[in-house]
T-cell receptor, first 114, second 113 residues
Framework: KAGVTQTPRYLIKTRGQQVTLSCSPI?????VSWYQQTPGQGLQFLFE???????NKGNFPGRFSGRQFSNSRSEMNVSTLELGDSALYLC?????????????FGEGSRLTVL | DQQVKQNSPSLSVQEGRISILNCDYT??????FLWYKKYPAEGPTFLIS?????DKNEDGRFTVFLNKSAKHLSLHIVPSQPGDSAVYFC????????????FGKGTKLTVNP
């Protein structure tokens, strides 16, 4: 079965712009979470969604937002981009939340902010 | 405040020998621990996990050991193979809670033929 699909895979933006990243979970998975990976900070939790509701949010500014649709697909948005937002953004899915953290990750969307 | 620490950024071993990757944590509320493997240009892949009610879990060549009193876990790979060369991330969670995993910064394992 198809894995977690993230689009776009690569994108370049300039400071002050905004970006929207998309994630399609594994078929049947209803929980989606997002992580940011940077060389200095490693993998950091952004948000978690289940049944279109945000269940948890990481320690990121309000410029980072997300949502989940009724088909479990999810998007995240970063507004007023800063250089420090350059990172690999990873989406992960699971059947339902809280079953042990065995998340299935996509290949990520690599964002470069110039 | 880094709650999950992998103090060795890199590790190099010979093919066929044992690889031992270490991880320390500070939050005593963590009760579920996982290891993920990541190849370049791919997302992390789940490898093995352990609940805090156990001190050892095995899956083929991979064994995870948990020492709760020391807040330490380790991943043993025996025997190591060149295909095991990847970045390994330790992660922790509170079971039954959210999907909020707290990750270490990773250890790059290189297995030399």
């Amino acid at each position: 079965k198809a894995g977690v699909t993230q689009t776009p895979r690569y994108l370049i933006k300039t400071r002050g712009q905004q970006v929207t990243l998309s994630c399609s979970p594994i078929s049947g998975h209803r929980s989606v979470s997002w992580y940011q990976q940077t060389p200095g900070q490693g993998l950091q939790f952004l948000f978690e969604y289940f049944s279109e509701t945000q269940r948890n949010k990481g320690n990121f500014p309000g410029r980072f937002s997300g949502r989940q649709f009724s088909n479990s697909r999810s998007e995240m948005n970063v507004s007023t981009l800063e250089l420090g937002d350059s990172a690999l953004y990873l989406c992960a899915s699971s059947l339902v939340p809280g079953i042990g953290g065995e998340l299935f990750f996509g290949e990520g969307s690599r964002l470069t902010v110039l | 405040d880094q709650q999950v620490k992998q103090n060795s950024p890199s590790l190099s071993v010979q093919e066929g020998r044992i690889s031992i990757l270490n991880c320390d944590y500070t939050n005593s509320m963590f009760d579920y621990f996982l290891w993920y493997k990541k190849y370049p240009a791919e997302g992390p892949t789940f490898l093995i996990s352990i609940s805090s009610i156990k001190d050892k879990n095995e899956d083929g060549r991979f064994t995870v050991f948990l020492n709760k009193s020391a807040k330490h876990l380790s991943l043993h790979i025996v025997p190591s193979q060149p295909g095991d060369s990847a970045v390994y991330f330790c992660a922790a969670n509170t079971q039954g809670g959210s999907e909020k995993l707290v990750f270490g910064k990773g250890t790059k394992l290189t297995v030399n033929p």
